[in-house]
């Protein structure tokens, strides 16, 4: 039976807070045709199925539709195979080669902008006025609402919104931190969710790079 892997990706300096991932290292035992129907069942935000571990391909769920890229996901895949002994350089999603590399005990992959899901960034006055949101702005299905903080130290304050897939609010996005670093063209440190903590880097060119802390919370063994 496939073991799942359940982590929490972007976890904040005190180890709590961190989007819910599961990944399955060897995604090759669960057959391609379920794997939809998996990552609906277990409805974490992202589900990754590693199809080859030496080199790093693997493909990327939500409940509702395989993406082509997503940040969280890429992050929780590059630190688990490290502790599994099988440190990527790269990881090898749909979208292209994605760097891999740490610093401490941090995580950071780095993507192109536009392999992110198409979020609309949607800049807000305060983080009191993103606190406030009981849902994404009116007509918007991938939203990523935002304020700054502190905007001479790049803090950033940040909830978002997936209803395409239905993931509903997500807790930590990864994608969206690289778009948003891209877009300004400034390194971020971004607080999402309930407690979660990404650090978000300008690479210049379209490109960025998006880290942080990574738990494992438990495995187990699936009757697929």
Same mark, same amino acid.
């Given at each position: 039976m496939?073991t799942?892997?359940? &982590?929490?990706?972007f976890?904040? %300096? +005190?180890g709590?807070?961190?989007?819910? #991932?599961g990944?399955?290292l +060897?995604?090759?035992?669960?057959?391609? /045709?379920?794997?939809? !129907?998996?990552?609906?069942?277990?409805g974490?935000?992202e589900?990754?199925f590693v199809? +080859?571990?030496?080199? !790093?391909?693997?493909r990327?769920?939500?409940p509702? &539709?395989? &993406?082509?890229?997503a940040?969280?996901?890429a992050?929780?895949?590059a @630190?688990?195979l !490290?502790?599994?002994g099988?440190a990527?350089s790269?990881?090898?999603?749909?979208a292209?080669?994605?760097?891999?590399?740490t610093?401490?005990?941090l995580?950071?992959?780095s993507?192109? !902008?536009? @392999?992110?899901p198409?979020?609309? #960034?949607?800049e807000?006055e305060?983080?009191? %006025?993103?606190?406030?949101?009981? /849902?994404?702005?009116?007509g918007?299905? &991938?939203?990523?609402?935002? %304020? @700054?903080?502190?905007e001479?130290?790049?803090?950033v304050?940040?909830?978002?919104w997936s209803?395409?897939?239905?993931?509903?609010? +997500?807790?930590a996005?990864?994608? =969206?931190?690289?778009?948003l670093s %891209?877009?300004?063209g400034?390194d971020l440190?971004?607080h999402?969710?309930?407690?979660?903590?990404l650090h =978000?880097r300008?690479?210049?060119e379209?490109?960025a790079e998006?880290?942080?802390l990574v738990?494992?919370e438990?495995?187990r063994?699936?009757d697929i």
């Amino acid at each position: 039976m496939p073991t799942l892997h359940v &982590l929490r990706v972007f976890c904040g %300096a +005190d180890g709590a807070g961190g989007n819910p #991932l599961g990944v399955f290292l +060897d995604g090759a035992e669960v057959p391609e /045709g379920s794997r939809q !129907a998996v990552a609906a069942e277990l409805g974490y935000s992202e589900t990754v199925f590693v199809e +080859d571990r030496e080199g !790093a391909r693997c493909r990327i769920f939500t409940p509702g &539709l395989e &993406l082509p890229f997503a940040g969280h996901p890429a992050v929780g895949t590059a @630190w688990l195979l !490290a502790r599994e002994g099988s440190a990527p350089s790269v990881l090898r999603p749909p979208a292209g080669e994605v760097g891999v590399r740490t610093e401490g005990e941090l995580t950071f992959v780095s993507a192109r !902008a536009e @392999w992110s899901p198409r979020w609309e #960034l949607v800049e807000l006055e305060s983080p009191a %006025a993103v606190e406030a949101l009981q /849902g994404p702005p009116p007509g918007l299905e &991938l939203a990523y609402c935002w %304020a @700054w903080e502190e905007e001479a130290g790049g803090a950033v304050r940040s909830r978002c919104w997936s209803l395409e897939d239905g993931v509903g609010e +997500d807790e930590a996005t990864g994608s =969206a931190a690289i778009m948003l670093s %891209a877009a300004l063209g400034r390194d971020l440190t971004i607080h999402q969710g309930r407690g979660s903590l990404l650090h =978000a880097r300008s690479l210049g060119e379209g490109r960025a790079e998006v880290g942080g802390l990574v738990a494992l919370e438990r495995t187990r063994e699936l009757d697929i």
